[in-house]
């Protein structure tokens, strides 16, 4: 059987190069794309003052229509998990699996529909360098950051780099999105849920809610690494997708 094709969503704010360690990694196991999203990387289309994920993952149904990409396991990392289940409750018939890494299926509460905002205005007077800065000793573990000071560079130069109004445009899309716990229990795809032992952002509870309320799902904890799972420990998350992708095969 012909290979899968695994759409990489990233993460914010990020832009497809985020992927590299997959694009490289998982080449033998999928066709792997790492597309960047509206207003990130090399994408250089205006934004609105709000993104939602909705009309993300618009844009990913338009690019898969395009490539002529009927279905695609989507595997996506905090928002870019957002997207990949905006994605799913529109286009259930699309999607072939799920990997969804370091994210939730929730909504913001007041507080981080507050922060959310900040961030957007941080951004906007204050420049992405400065939310680059204040965010990777968030999204890194130490670990990471004192053992692999090279990826801990490479993560903040990629997010130093996206315009402060898609900063804005996405931190506000993702403060509107909708608790999508029951489309969980309504998919019927293979889905494989990853984060990282030091995730402080999205605690190993959430991930576990998740796995909880899809039937047949599989829970994967990757010791050591915090937000960027996928980055943070290649070789681990590489080999744990890999092994689900074989499902596909």
Not at 17 to 36: I, R, Y
Not at 77 to 95: C, D, H, I, K, Q
């Amino acid at each position: 059987m012909a290979l899968p094709t695994l759409l990489c969503i990233h993460g914010f704010p990020l832009d497809g190069s985020f992927w590299q360690p997959q694009v490289q990694g998982l080449a033998g196991a999928a066709h792997v794309t790492a597309p960047d999203l509206r207003g990130f990387g090399a994408d250089r289309r205006p934004v609105p003052e709000v993104m939602t994920m909705e009309a993300f993952a618009e844009d990913l149904m338009e690019s898969l229509d395009r490539a002529g990409i009927e279905r695609a396991v989507l595997c996506g990392l905090s928002m870019g998990g957002y997207v990949a289940m905006a994605f799913t409750e529109r286009w259930p018939e699309r999607v072939q699996g799920l990997i969804l890494c370091n994210t939730r299926s929730t909504a913001d509460n007041d507080a981080g529909k507050a922060a959310r905002e900040q961030t957007a205005l941080d951004a906007l007077s204050k420049g992405a360098g400065v939310i680059a800065r204040a965010m990777v000793p968030k999204v890194l573990s130490q670990r990471t950051r004192s053992q692999h000071p090279a990826e801990a560079q490479r993560i903040e130069e990629i997010m130093a780099r996206q315009r402060p109004e898609s900063i804005a445009a996405a931190s506000r899309g993702m403060a509107l999105r909708p608790d999508r716990t029951g489309l969980l229990r309504r998919i019927k795809v293979p889905a494989l849920i990853v984060t990282g032992s030091e995730d402080n952002l999205m605690p190993l509870e959430t991930s576990e809610a998740m796995n909880g309320a899809m039937a047949g799902s599989e829970l994967v904890v990757i010791p050591g690494a915090a937000h960027l799972s996928c980055s943070e420990s290649p070789v681990e998350f590489n080999r744990h997708a890999s092994r689900f992708l074989a499902v596909f095969h």
